[in-house]
């Protein structure tokens, strides 16, 4: 595929504007229309980033016959419906993380990408953070084994905000979101499957009706163990941070930058060709559509995180 490929992207909210940042730095993609469900909201966005077709429903968007692909940045409890709706509009697909916030609407999606043929993605964005990217290439060259990986993921949203501050629609969730980001790199570093996961969770939230705090641990075929803490009621630091304890050395990854145990930080300015994770993960979903193959973070390879995330719920549930 030579010609420019034409993009829809549902959601305009925080990680939909990502998405359009990063788009802007890539040669021969074009978002054509924007969906979301304020439509002046979405107006105002697609004026500043000059995409013409504004509406309020995504099937609007799919009937569009230069519509080449879509990215989803819309609320979790939609995404595996949705992306099942753009492949069989044959639109190749890039939904934001989760795939699904269960396991039966991850293997649909799965199963629906092996029907079509067509590209289907999920945005587990730090397999493309330069960060962690450069411990991958350590490991693949044998200079470092993981022990040990520490994550915390911290955030203080005791009502119901976005990233941006904003009142959001619908509510987030530890596991099926937050934690599907910490499962999936633990294996994806590793190399090896994930083949013990226990979880504790504090109490449920009177109106959101989910834990606000979580405590996962995992362990590999290969013997590397990781203990995942999770926050909605953390005042700050917020994020998510990763200690690597390895063999050879210990890295802590924040996002994109990285750094020695002794807060040394190391330069993965060259690791790739941005140091943005988004604009690294929009880049690869265009390149496996333009090669005809399979993306890094295909719905095929995420299907282990999310057979996880459904044990851990049925642990969480009994």
Request: aromatic share 6%; proline share 3%; with cysteine.
């Amino acid at each position: 595929m030579s010609k420019i490929i034409k993009v829809a992207l549902a959601g305009a909210g925080a990680f939909g504007i990502k998405h359009l940042d990063g788009i802007q730095n890539i040669d021969g993609v074009e978002v054509v229309s924007l969906v979301s469900r304020d439509l002046e909201k979405t107006k105002e966005v697609a004026a500043r980033y000059g995409i013409k077709h504004v509406t309020t429903e995504l099937a609007d968007s799919l009937a569009l016959p230069e519509v080449d692909a879509v990215i989803l940045c819309t609320p979790t409890q939609m995404h595996a419906a949705q992306s099942i709706a753009c492949l069989k509009a044959g639109k190749h697909v890039q939904v934001e993380i989760p795939l699904a916030d269960t396991l039966h609407g991850a293997l649909e999606v799965a199963a629906m990408q092996e029907q079509t043929g067509l590209v289907a993605m999920c945005g587990h964005t730090r397999r493309f953070n330069p960060s962690h990217q450069y411990v991958h290439r350590q490991i693949a060259a044998g200079k470092f084994n993981i022990q040990q990986m520490d994550v915390q993921t911290y955030f203080f949203r005791r009502t119901n905000m976005n990233a941006l501050g904003q009142a959001r629609s619908w509510t987030d969730h530890l596991l099926w979101h937050h934690a599907a980001h910490t499962v999936d790199l633990f294996a994806y570093q590793c190399g090896s499957p994930i083949v013990k996961a226990n979880a504790v969770q504090g109490p449920i939230h009177p109106v959101l009706g989910i834990a606000m705090d979580m405590s996962i641990q995992l362990k590999a075929a290969n013997g590397a163990i990781c203990t995942l803490s999770l926050s909605f009621n953390n005042d700050g630091p917020l994020g998510t941070f990763f200690r690597y304890i390895g063999d050879t050395a210990t890295y802590i990854a924040r996002y994109d930058d990285l750094f020695t145990a002794k807060e040394e930080k190391i330069d993965v300015s060259q690791v790739d060709v941005s140091m943005n994770g988004i604009e690294l993960q929009d880049r690869e979903f265009f390149a496996a559509i333009r090669e005809g193959r399979a993306p890094n973070s295909s719905v095929a390879q995420l299907l282990p995180c999310y057979q996880v995330l459904h044990d851990l719920e049925q642990q969480l549930l009994s």
